[in-house]
């Protein structure tokens, strides 16, 4: 098993962060190399992915369960499937807190990965994942970033100033 952790700021306030890591809609787009993102519910979705570590590259379906711990503050998410072989169990926390200025979202993931992706090595699975959570946070921070900004120019051009 490996974990995984880290945090950063985004320039929203906290009920907006936490409206979209909880809506998988908002929240799948963030995803990257998504191929399919199928929404059963508020809190069980399928995502069929791209992935590439090392020479192997292919898709991997995962289902995804979202669970609030703390109502406004701190959700979990499990994530389970697989594919070319390989399986992918991972535990996911997100922890929100008022920053200055926005949000501080402190994350931290659990993976397991097991079959040919897996006997790779721990250094190739530690740079792809890597690559792969920053992106998706880096998404995350720019949709809701520009969301805010773009929210805030309509309330100027709604003032008339």
Sequence with gaps: MRTYQGDFTI???????????????????????????????????????????????????LTSTLSVVETGRQTTLIIKGGGMG?????????????AEPGTKLSWQCDVKVSGPIASIGGRLIDNEARKITEKVFANLRAALEADAAESSHSEVASSGE
Excluded: Y
């Design 11 to 61: 320039q929203s306030e906290r009920a907006k962060v936490w409206a979209f890591v909880i809506d998988p809609n908002q929240m799948g787009p963030c995803i990257p190399d998504l191929l399919e993102l199928d929404v059963h519910t508020d809190t069980e979705f399928r995502t069929l992915v791209r992935v590439g570590v090392g020479p192997i590259r292919g898709k991997f379906d």
């Design 86 to 98: 390989s399986g992918v169990d991972m535990q996911a926390e997100m922890t929100l807190d008022d």
